[in-house]
């Protein structure tokens, strides 16, 4: 008997934690989308402030000969 009940507990469980996760999905897949979309933008601006070092330290380097 104590099987039995353990077992149930166990599926009983298993559904709560199923039906949870099947109502969070589309949650899920809207975060994911957002996290997306935001580390899409951090790596844009990142790519931008590393162009402009470039530029600086080259034209740096190129004045610096010049002169």
């Not at 199923?18 to 996290?35: D, E, S």
């Amino acid at each position: 008997m104590k099987a039995f009940l353990v077992g149930l507990v166990f599926l009983s469980a298993l559904c709560v934690l199923v039906g949870i996760g099947v109502l969070l999905t589309p949650l899920l897949l809207i975060l994911a989308f957002f996290i997306r979309m935001i580390v899409l933008f951090f790596l844009v601006i990142f790519a931008i402030w590393l162009v402009g070092k470039f530029i600086i330290f080259f034209r740096e380097k190129l004045f610096n000969k010049v002169n």
